[in-house]
């Protein structure tokens, strides 16, 4: 989901640290240290990192072309997820169940071994199972600090804000009505008005 959709959805933040001098070389350098690849050792449930908003799928190395529109930075989370359907995993489950049962010649697993079974299984079935791409994108304007997110899933946000405070060394305040007004405070004394509001219960 992305700014060229026919509609977006979209979460809001501020940076809330400072940017260096030298901005976009240093930007592109910290993205492409944490740019999206395939190539992860083992078997993953989730894979993700930034790439390029102009073909997230098959992702080049970034370059400034792929980030930089004017005062405002765009580039793309890619998340990569591999999922194994319940009843398939439930399915899978007996069946190693039944044969060590039989193997042993016992009449009953510990719950330990059920457990150890259940997560030994699904790291079979997820390492035989395709990744599904999913791409997210992230509009970051410069000039105001402001920060839109094409998500409003809660575990996309937050991985969305681990990814981009470990890219950025700097984090991602929501923006919600009572730090909006803030900010659009034209003077000191709207600003202390503002924060010396106190929540109401209205039945």
Known sequence: MGFLSASVGFSRYKVSGKTPENFWSWALERLQAEAFTDKVAGVTEWTFGWASPLNPLEPPALTMNDIAFGEYLLVTL????????????????????????????????????????????????LAK????????????????????????????????????????????????????????ASSDEQKKRIKELKADVLI
């Open 129 to 184: 199972t395709i990744p599904v791409p999913n791409t997210y994108d992230l509009f970051w304007n410069i000039s105001t600090g402001q920060v839109l997110f094409c998500s409003q899933q809660q575990k996309i946000q937050a991985l969305a804000e681990d990814l981009f405070k470990k890219t950025f060394d700097t984090g991602l305040e929501p923006l919600i009505p009572y730090t909006l007004a803030i900010d659009l």
């Open 78 to 125: 890619r998340v990569d997820q591999r999922k194994v359907a319940p009843n398939l995993l439930k399915r899978y489950c007996l069946i190693e169940e039944k044969r060590i049962l039989a193997e042993r010649d016992i009449e009953r697993l510990p719950a330990k071994m059920k457990r150890e079974i259940r997560e030994h299984t699904r790291m079979q079935l």
